[in-house]
C-alpha cells in the first residue's frame, strides 16, 4: 500500500508544484538578498500558502482547502499592494472590505442557497482584477513594481482561478498548467523590484558621484568671499553663478525677503533673465530697461512665482512656463522669451529668507529633473552659508578672530541634529561640548529607507572656516550616498575618495560609522582612525569594546576601510565617543579614561538613553572639577529596543 501511495505521489501534479515553489523560494530569497527586501514579508508568506495548499490538497482533497487557501493567498496579495494606496486609512480599509469578501467567499455555501465552488472561485477571480485595478489608481505608489506590471499579473493569476471555476480544481489543466502559471507571479514582482532597485541604486550613486565635485566647488568660491570683504551681494554671486555653471542655465537671480516690508529684492542677477511677472504698462519695453527694471524689483510676499516660493517654502520646477499660467508674457520680443524655470526658497531653520531662481529662454532647451535636484542641493548649502553671513554682518563689532569663529560655530551647530529621533525599535541619547566655541566633532543619525539607521560621529582636525567646510563636505556626501544598496565599508571608502586631495592634509578627518538593521537587530560597523566602538551587553552587564584599524578620511585616496557585523539584543547600549570624552583631565592630569566611561554605562544602564548620556557628560564635569577642558567632548549612544 506504501509503495503504491508513493508510486500516486510521484505520478501527481503535487510533485511538479513543490518542485517550482522551492524554486520560487529560492529565487525569491536570492532577490531580496540582494536587492530590496521589500516584497519578501507579502510574498514568502504568499508561497508558503500555496505550498501548503497542495500539500493538503493531495493528503485531503477537498474542495474546502481550495476554497480557503486561494481565499487567504488573495488577501496576502491583497496586503502587497495595498501599500500603494496612499493614506493609511485607505490601505486598512481595503485590506478589511478583501478580507470580508474572503470570508464570503469561504462561507458562501452557508449563506447562499445554491452558491457553488465554482462560484466561489469565479468571483475570487473577479475579486482579484478589482484589487489590481485599485492599485492602478494612486498618481505616485509605493511599491517596487510599476503600475503597467500589475494588469498582465492581475490577469495572470486571475485566468488560474477562473480556470479552475471552469475546468475544475482536478482538471489536468488546472493541476498542470494553470496553477504553475500562477506561479509566475511571485517571481516576476522579485525580478521587478529588483531590477527596479537596481536602477534606483545607479541613479543614486550617479547623483552622489555627479555631485561631490560641484559641492565642492561651490563651497570653495563661497569660502572665497568669506576670505574677501565678506559682501552679500557676492556670496549670492558666487551662489548664482555655480548653479548656472551646473545646470547650463541663460541666467539666475537670487533674492532676499525684506523683514520690514515683507517684500522680495534682487541681490543678484546674472546672464539674461526676462520677467515671469506683469511689467507697467508705461515701461519700455527695451532690453536694457527691462534689465534694470528686474535688477531693482520688489516683490511682494505671496505674489508671482516669486512670492509664492517664499509664501509657502515650496521650490517649483516648471520644464514648460508655456502651459504654467502662474508666468505672464509680455511680449512676443525675443528678449522676452522664457521657456523653463527653476525656483527654490533659501532657508534657515522652517524659515524662508530668500529665493534663487533660473531660467532657460531658448525654445527646445529645458531643465531636467537632474537639473532641479542639484539645484535644490545647492540651495540647501548656500542657505546654510548666506545664513551665517547674515548673522556675522549683524555681530560686525567681532574681531576677524572672533567673526571666524562664530561662523564656524554656527556652521557646526547647524549640521548637529536638531532633535533625536525616538524610533520603535532604538532610541538615541547625546552630547557635544566644543571647546572655546568651535567644535571639530561632528555627529549625526540619518534614517534611510524603512528600515535602516545610519549613526556618525567624527572628529575633524583644525579649526573655523576649514574644518567646517570638511564637515559640511562629509556631511552632504553621507547624506547622498548612505541610501545607496551597498554595504559600509563601501559607503566610508567612497567618503574616503570624494574628500581626499580636495582638503589640505591639516584637515583630515578621524570617522565612525554604524548601520543599524531596525527588522533583524544587526549592525555594521566600520572605522577610519576614530576612538573604538563601545557594546553595552544586558545579557552579562558589562561593556566590551570592538576595534578596527583604519586611516583618517582625507589621507589616502586608495585606503580599503574594513567593516564588523555583529547582533544586539534588547536593552543593548551602542556608545560612539570622540577622544575628548576618555582624555578628558582633572587639576592631577589623571585622565577620565575609557574604563570611567564603560562603569558609568554599566551603572546608569536601566535609565533611557538621553538620561544615560547626561550622567555621562555630568560624571565627566564632576571628574574634570575646574580644570580647563582641552579638546571638544561629543559621545553618541543608541538603546535598543527591540
Known amino acids: 500500500m506504501m509503495i503504491e501511495s508513493f508510486a500516486s505521489f510521484l505520478h501527481s501534479s503535487v510533485l511538479l508544484k513543490l518542485f517550482c515553489l522551492s524554486f520560487l523560494i529560492i529565487i525569491l530569497c536570492s532577490n531580496g538578498k540582494k536587492k530590496n527586501r521589500s516584497d519578501l514579508p507579502y510574498l514568502l508568506p504568499l508561497v508558503a500558502v500555496l505550498a501548503i495548499r497542495d500539500i493538503a490538497y493531495y493528503l485531503l482533497p477537498s474542495a474546502a482547502i481550495q476554497i480557503v487557501s486561494d481565499s487567504l493567498v488573495l488577501v496576502l496579495y491583497g496586503m502587497w499592494g495595498a501599500r500603494t494606496l496612499g493614506k493609511p486609512v485607505r490601505k486598512y480599509l481595503y485590506i478589511a472590505a478583501n478580507l470580508l469578501f474572503a470570508l464570503f467567499v469561504v462561507f458562501g455555501s452557508a449563506l447562499v442557497p445554491g452558491f457553488s465552488d465554482r462560484w466561489a472561485q469565479a468571483l475570487l477571480a473577479v475579486d482579484l482584477v478589482v484589487l489590481l485595478a485599485a492599485f492602478l489608481t494612486p498618481a505616485e505608489p509605493e511599491s517596487s513594481v510599476p503600475r503597467a506590471v500589475r494588469w498582465p499579473l492581475a490577469i ?63 563651497l570653495t568660491r563661497a569660502g572665497e568671499v568669506f576670505k574677501k570683504n565678506l559682501k552679500i551681494e557676492d556670496l549670492l554671486d558666487a551662489i548664482t553663478e555655480a548653479a548656472i555653471d551646473e545646470t547650463g542655465a541663460d541666467g539666475g537671480m537670487a533674492l532676499l525677503v525684506d523683514d520690514f516690508e515683507d517684500v522680495l529684492t534682487v541681490k543678484s542677477f546674472i546672464g539674461k533673465f526676462p520677467p515671469v511677472f506683469a511689467l507697467p504698462a508705461d515701461l519700455p519695453l527695451k532690453p536694457a530697461r527691462i534689465e534694470a527694471y528686474c535688477r531693482h524689483a520688489r516683490i511682494a510676499i505671496g505674489e508671482t512665482i516669486f512670492g509664492e516660493v517664499s509664501s509657502n517654502g515650496k521650490p517649483v520646477f516648471i520644464p514648460d512656463v508655456a502651459s504654467d499660467p502662474r508666468i505672464v508674457r509680455n511680449g512676443e520680443e525675443e528678449f522676452l522669451s522664457l521657456n523653463s524655470l527653476i525656483v527654490v526658497p533659501l532657508m ?6 530668500g529665493v534663487l531662481a533660473l531660467n532657460k529662454k531658448e525654445f527646445g532647451e529645458r531643465f531636467t529633473g537632474r537639473d532641479f535636484e542639484r539645484i535644490e542641493l545647492f540651495a540647501r548649502f548656500g542657505s546654510l552659508i548666506v545664513n551665517e553671513l547674515i548673522s556675522v554682518m549683524e555681530n560686525s563689532e567681532l574681531t576677524d578672530i572672533e567673526r571666524e569663529a562664530a561662523i564656524a560655530a554656527d556652521i557646526q551647530k547647524t ?41 556618525v560621529i567624527g572628529d575633524v582636525a583644525g579649526k573655523g572656516i576649514p574644518s567646517s567646510i570638511v564637515m559640511v563636505m562629509i556631511r552632504s556626501i553621507l547624506h547622498l550616498i548612505t541610501s545607496a544598496q551597498k554595504d559600509i565599508a563601501t559607503i566610508i571608502n567612497w567618503v574616503n575618495r570624494g574628500i581626499t586631495g580636495r582638503i589640505d592634509l591639516d584637515h583630515f578627518a578621524t570617522l565612525s560609522l554604524i548601520f543599524y538593521d531596525t527588522e533583524s537587530g544587526t549592525l555594521e560597523y566600520t572605522n ?14 558589562t561593556v566590551s569594546t570592538i576595534e578596527l584599524k583604519g586611516v583618517p578620511i582625507g589621507v589616502e585616496r586608495t585606503t580599503q576601510y574594513e567593516r564588523v557585523s555583529l547582533a544586539v539584543a534588547k536593552d543593548d547600549i551602542v556608545i560612539l565617543y ?65
Open 528 to 541: 577610519a582612525g576614530h576612538s573604538p566602538l563601545m557594546i553595552y551587553r544586558k545579557e552579562t552587564g
Open 156 to 218: 495572470l493569476f486571475g485566468t488560474s482561478l477562473l480556470g479552475e471555476a471552469a475546468f475544475g480544481y482536478e482538471s489536468p489543466v488546472v493541476q498542470f498548467f494553470l496553477i504553475e502559471i500562477a506561479y509566475l507571479v511571485p517571481a516576476v514582482i522579485s525580478f521587478v523590484s529588483r531590477s527596479k532597485a537596481e536602477d534606483s541604486e545607479r541613479r543614486n550613486l550617479a547623483f552622489a558621484a555627479e555631485s561631490i565635485d560641484p559641492l565642492y566647488g561651490f
Open 415 to 455: 549640521l548637529l541634529p536638531k532633535r533625536l529621533p525616538e524610533l520603535p525599535n532604538a532610541s538615541f541619547g547625546a552630547f557635544s561640548v566644543p571647546t572655546r566655541g568651535v567644535c571639530g566633532d561632528y555627529y549625526d543619525i540619518i534614517p534611510f529607507r524603512h528600515n535602516r539607521i545610519c549613526l
Open 348 to 353: 534657515a531653520g522652517d524659515k524662508v529668507f
Open 578 to 642: 570622540t577622544d575628548g570624552v576618555v582624555e578628558a583631565m582633572n587639576r592631577e592630569g589623571r585622565q577620565y579614561g575609557a574604563a570611567s566611561l564603560a562603569r558609568t554605562i554599566e551603572k546608569n544602564a536601566d535609565l533611557t538613553a538621553k538620561e544615560i548620556a547626561n550622567k555621562v557628560k555630568m560624571d565627566i564635569q564632576d571628574f574634570m572639577g575646574s580644570a580647563r577642558q582641552h579638546d571638544d567632548q561629543t559621545l553618541l549612544l543608541m538603546k535598543v529596543k527591540l
